[in-house]
C-alpha cells in the first residue's frame, strides 16, 4: 500500500471517528456505568440503600428497563426486589453517573433541537439546488419538443443555444 493511500485512509478515519465519536462513546460510557454498578450492588448491605414501595403499575412507570428505575427525573439501580402483595418494594442506589452521563448528552443534544434560526441562505440554496438554472428556461431555446429530460435542472450549458435575435455584423 502506498503512503498515499495510507495517508487517505488515515485521515478519511478521523474525520469519521470525529463525526461518529458521540455515538461511540455514549454507549461505551453507559456500558462501563453499568458494569461499576453491577459490581457495587451485589455486597451493598440495605442500610445503604434506598427503599421505594410501589403498586404494580407504578412499578412499571418508573422502570427503564430490568435494572433500572427513574423516580424524580434521577436513574436508580435495582439491588433487590421483594414482592408483598400488590406492592414492590425495590432496594435501589442512586446512579450519579449515569444522570450525569445523561446530562452531558442533553446538552449536546438540546441545542440542536431548540434551534429555531432559519440556516444561511447560501445553505438552503444548496440543498435545494436552486442555484442551477430550471429546464423550463432552456426549453423556450429548442426547437424541437422531441428532447426528453430526465432530470429538473441543468448542471452544465450543454444544451444551452441562444437563438440570434439579430443579424450578424457587415465588415
Known sequence: ??????FSILLISLLLLNFAGLLLYFPL??????????????NLPD?????????RNDFNKAKVDDDEIKI?????????????GDTIIIYALHDKAED?????????????????????TQIVKFITLTFLTSIQNYLNYFES????????YLISDFF???????????G
Do not use: C, W
Request: charged share 25%.
Open 1 to 6: 500500500m502506498s503512503l498515499r493511500k495510507l
Open 29 to 42: 460510557q453507559l456500558f462501563r456505568i453499568h458494569l461499576q454498578m453491577k459490581m457495587a450492588l451485589k
Open 47 to 55: 442500610e445503604k440503600l434506598e427503599v421505594f414501595s410501589f403498586s
Open 72 to 84: 424524580n427525573g434521577k436513574m436508580f439501580d435495582i439491588a433487590r426486589r421483594k414482592v408483598q
Open 100 to 120: 450525569n452521563l445523561l446530562a452531558f448528552l442533553d446538552e449536546i443534544v438540546k441545542p440542536a433541537s431548540h434551534d429555531r434560526s432559519s440556516p444561511p
Open 145 to 152: 419538443s422531441a428532447i426528453e429530460l430526465s432530470t429538473a
Open 160 to 170: 444551452y443555444s441562444p437563438s440570434i435575435e439579430s443579424p450578424p455584423p457587415r
